[in-house]
């Protein structure tokens, strides 16, 4: 299964075989155009009732959807001490450290980097990874395919933390579990799948 974020609405790409809610649906032999063909269902679709696209093979609908997207490749992560987990809020909406991966980086490597350049903090240690997310946007008019690794860090340091502004962080918190609701209600779905994987640690 794949779940793609399409200006901040999901669809998830299923086995016919393997479908059985009750989601809104659509057979991708009927995808001649995408997204075209199917906007009007895409924006009704809600993370809670995604839009299914049904198909025989999962990977090979997925490369065909987005075949003419350029694939932008990214990793982030939820940084764990006593005092909570690492949030920030970049450009008025909460979110969680992130960033494009640089040429020859790994994913956790660039992780890491991330979380020490967007929130000022070192010697995080790598626990486990998280969840994998898309999201699509458009760049200088063409569409981008954003595939972000996420994992888990640990860390019992104490040092100040500092947010890098000029990529548009504001601020840079410690959040205890209990104040997820608050970030749910002012971030993007991807982010709240992110959440949802970190929940259940």
Not at 11 to 18: A, G, Y
Not at 25 to 33: G, H, L, Q, R
Not at 138 to 153: A, M, Q, R, S
């Amino acid at each position: 299964m794949y779940k793609v974020f399409i200006d901040h609405k999901p669809i998830v790409i299923l086995n016919k075989t393997n479908f059985s809610t009750n989601y809104s649906f659509v057979e991708s032999k009927d995808i001649k155009v995408f997204p075209d063909d199917i906007l009007e269902k895409i924006n009704i679709a809600s993370i809670e009732e995604p839009l299914a696209v049904l198909t025989d093979d999962v990977d090979e609908e997925f490369a065909r959807l987005f075949k003419s997207y350029e694939l932008v490749k990214a990793a982030g992560g939820v940084v764990q001490s006593d005092d909570g987990f690492l949030v920030i809020e970049r450009n008025g909406f909460w979110d969680i450290p992130k960033g494009k991966m640089e040429k020859g980086e790994l994913p956790e490597e660039s992780a890491y980097r991330e979380i020490e350049e967007e929130c000022g903090i070192s010697g995080h240690e790598l626990d486990q990874l998280l969840t994998i997310t898309y999201h699509t946007y458009e760049y200088k008019g063409n569409p981008v395919l954003k595939k972000t690794y996420w994992y888990h860090f640990l860390y019992n340091g104490s040092e100040k933390l500092e947010p890098q502004v000029e990529e548009g962080i504001t601020k840079v918190e410690w959040f205890t579990k209990d104040r997820i609701p608050q970030i749910r209600s002012n971030t993007f779905g991807s982010i709240n799948d992110v959440l949802d994987a970190y929940s259940l640690l």
